[in-house]
């Protein structure tokens, strides 16, 4: 039996002598739907909420860590953990702002301080060094120190910048390793884990040739490694194990036609055929749809890789309509997982939910909001395949967004509607007009009345002028906000993107040392919790 | 033998019929049917109320999965390709040799269902099943309808060529008394007409979810900003 069951059942015994209803801290979401309806419940909920946390097995989590899983929610900040978790109570038919994320029950949190060594907001490139690597770096590093210029071409420069990474470490030491993301396998997060590179957008050898040019290195330099190359070259220890993502042209060469959608060739201009080399390594497997990942015997098969897509994996919300059908990333968590566990020594696993991220930065709540339930989901998965006593897994965001929970809904009021005012009533702004609850500071939808969507309108794309700044709100009465192609307004407008935020987000950790995260931690203290634990 | 006087009756034939066009019967507009290849030229005319007028030429290259559209003077295209149930979108800007692409969902998100045969035919199938058919007939040897009607506060004055599938004049007047023109200036088989699309195959193409992770591309900063190549989503004009 899992360890944590064992304590969720002296909690719930614990709890029921207290007479109060089941406590957030470590009961999982399903059984916390009561909500207090009294003050006298209030109080013996808060009260019970704290003797939970008492039980928690601090002997336990002194141990050291036989495997480490750090799942990273892309752009997760709290306010978008805060949003989700009423979402997903809200589609559960319970009671939204009572109920809690898988991960929201661990048994300890921190915050992470995410500004890089040149960045007071960051990019995803050195927040993820910083996690997987433990140092702050600069802009678009991919696990390169801050002493490095992006676009740096030099293999030789770049190797003596580079930092070794918890997956290296791992491996050098014989433990499994893999990497799972949403996006793209050959993206920031992912790649800092077996990569080094001074720009993240070199994911194939094509990228960097283009910013090359006809720039002649120095005599002593060869040119580096394209990302995609290194994950395949990746030779320390025995190489990494998994890798289920997004990414497939990056792969494979500009001659060859994408299986999926044959109308896209490949990227690569250097002839290689990554996908190729990969299947011909011993026992290994390449699959790119989800009929050909489910076939795979994770006994059998010692190594996979799994490029679902020829960019990011679809949206959760968008899963569904895929032409070849693609896994969830609760199913390549499970796979892996699955793969990483034969390995007496014990394995390392990144899993990214690199979506919510996307969803953020295009304004529009609800992807961002569902991608988060579908990571949630990959955590509980995880906990479940696991041991407490064992298994350290962390879970946190590389930096957060600018979207907010705004107004004073009433509880209970949908959170991707408007905010209401009580009694049907809808809470209006200084000109009269209602509004939604979660908003952004920035973003594409702007204040313009959504005018730039008009834009792609079949026929008034080639008939409408500029249209013009009305310097007004839209009137939402009569639009249903609640549809997932809704995008919330933003104050300021941008015509491409919103962009990340500069606040904490939080840490939430489980497992063998896991106290070890606590108070404000700079984000780059990640790694060294996990090394910690693993006595690396 | 003979067939250099069956052509010769044919010529005459058509001179017969293009003398009195409206002895023909005119093809219904099937809009669900896949349109024919095509390449045109067009010509957008924004006038408004004050006066004020732009002008836009553009191209617009039809094949069966793949139709792009190119205006030379703001160096900008767009590239719509179907792959099955998927549909990309690139939007173009030629002069720094990069593209964005968008995927069916990010289209969604952005509220534009891109819709294959209106995107084709440069007709909406719901707007003109709500106008009215006032007339139809030949000109210049084509079989063309048009159609007239309000929708919203919006006019409209449509008339199509019937054979190729291709709008030759489409008036939009709105209620601020600007009126908004598209017109058909030339149109080739596919293959003959004297340009083709910028070629783009070897572009630096960003995915439209990277855009926001791309804070310091300089690129990605003038599209943020509205600037360069025109807007994000920019105008054929
Ligand atoms: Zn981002």
């Not at chain 1, 979401?29 to 003797?51: D, I, K, L, Q």
Request: with cysteine; proline share 5%; charged share 25%.
């Amino acid at each position: 039996m899992k360890s944590h069951s064992r304590i969720s059942l002296v909690v719930a015994a614990s709890l029921t002598v207290l007479g109060g209803a089941s406590a957030p801290a470590l009961a999982d979401n399903a059984s916390a739907a009561s909500v207090p309806t009294s003050g006298a419940e209030w109080f013996r909920a808060g009260r019970s909420a704290v003797e939970a946390n008492k039980l928690v097995n601090r002997e336990l989590n002194t141990r050291r860590a036989k495997n480490v899983i750090l799942f990273v929610g892309d752009g997760m900040g709290v306010s978008t953990v805060t949003a989700a978790r009423i979402l997903d109570g809200q589609q559960r038919g319970v009671d939204g702002e009572w109920n809690r994320l898988s991960f929201e029950n661990f048994s300890d949190l921190a915050l992470s301080v995410t500004a890089s060594a040149n960045q007071q907001t960051s990019d995803s490139a050195p927040t993820a060094t910083a996690m997987v690597a433990g140092i702050k770096t600069n802009d678009g590093a991919i696990s390169v120190d801050q002493s490095i210029t992006r676009g740096e071409f030099c293999a030789e420069v770049t190797r003596a910048k580079k930092v070794k990474t918890i997956m290296e470490r791992a491996e050098a030491r014989g433990m499994s390793t893999g990497v799972v993301s949403t996006a793209r396998i050959t993206h920031a997060t992912p790649a800092v884990n077996y990569a080094h590179i001074s720009n993240r957008d070199w994911e194939a050898d094509s990228s960097i040739d283009r910013d090359l040019g006809a720039t002649v290195l120095p005599s002593g330099c060869t040119k580096v490694k394209d990302i995609a190359a290194q994950l395949v070259d990746f030779s320390v220890g025995n190489g990494l194990e998994v890798a289920l993502g997004g990414g497939r042209p990056y792969f494979e060469p500009n001659t060859k036609a994408d299986p999926e959608y044959p109308t896209r060739m490949g990227r690569r201009t250097d002839g290689r055929d990554l996908t190729a080399e990969w299947a011909a390594k011993p026992r290994a497997a390449y699959v790119w749809n989800k009929a050909q990942f489910d076939a795979v015997d994770p006994r059998r098969t010692k190594r996979l890789l799994g490029l679902f897509e020829p960019s990011h994996v679809k949206y959760e919300a968008d899963r569904a309509n895929d032409t070849a059908g693609e896994p969830s990333v609760a199913d390549m968590t499970r796979k892996a997982i699955e793969m990483l566990q034969n390995n007496p020594k014990g394995f390392y696993l990144m899993v990214e939910g690199g979506r919510i991220d996307h969803a953020h930065h295009a304004g529009n709540a609800y992807r961002a909001l569902t991608d988060t339930i579908a990571l949630a989901e990959a955590v509980k998965v995880a906990r479940e395949m696991t041991d407490d006593k064992d298994t350290l897994i962390i879970v946190t965001a590389d930096h957060s967004h600018t979207m907010s929970i705004a107004g004073y809904p009433s509880r209970g009021n949908p959170i991707l509607g408007k905010t209401d005012a009580g009694l049907d009533l809808l809470a209006k702004d200084s000109l009269g007009l209602p509004y939604t609850t979660l908003g952004y500071l920035n973003g594409p939808a702007g204040w313009t009345g959504n005018g730039s969507r008009r834009e792609f309108d079949p026929v008034t794309e080639f008939v409408t002028a500029e249209i013009p700044f009305s310097g007004e709100r839209p009137d939402l009465t009569d639009v249903d906000t609640t549809n997932p192609n809704y995008l919330q307004e933003s104050a300021i407008p941008t015509a491409g993107a919103e962009t990340h935020a500069g606040e904490e987000v939080a840490i939430y950790a489980n497992g063998p040392r896991s106290y070890l995260v606590r108070g404000t931690l700079e984000q780059n203290a990640i790694y060294h919790v996990m090394a910690n634990a693993l006595g690396l | 033998m003979h067939s250099p006087m069956r052509n010769a009756a044919m010529s005459l034939l058509l001179l017969v019929l293009v003398g009195c066009g409206d002895q023909r019967p005119v093809p219904p507009l099937e809009l669900a049917q896949s349109p024919p290849p095509v390449v045109a030229e067009f010509r957008t005319t924004v006038e408004s109320a004050q006066g004020g007028k732009t002008l836009s030429q553009w191209r617009f290259w039809r094949s069966h999965d793949r139709i792009e559209r190119e205006n030379p003077a703001a160096q900008t295209g767009d590239l719509w390709v179907r792959d099955d149930r998927t549909l990309f979108h690139t939007r173009l800007y030629h002069a720094d040799r990069r593209g964005i692409e968008y995927r069916s969902e990010d289209l969604q998100i952005l509220n534009a269902s891109p819709d294959w045969t209106a995107l084709s035919t440069l007709l909406d199938p719901r707007l003109i099943g709500a106008l009215r058919e006032r007339e139809h007939g030949w000109r210049d040897g084509y079989p063309y309808r048009r159609y007239t009607g309000e929708v919203g506060d919006v006019a409209w004055d449509i008339t199509v060529r019937t054979d190729s599938m291709l709008p030759t004049r489409i008036e939009r007047r709105g209620a601020d008394r600007q009126v908004e023109t598209v017109e058909l200036l030339r149109s080739f088989e596919f293959g003959e007409s004297p340009w083709q699309p910028t070629a783009s195959a070897d572009y630096a193409i960003l995915d439209y979810a990277d855009l926001g992770d791309h804070e310091r591309d300089p690129f990605v900063m003038r599209v943020q900003a509205g600037e360069g190549g025109g807007h994000l989503h920019g105008h054929a004009h």
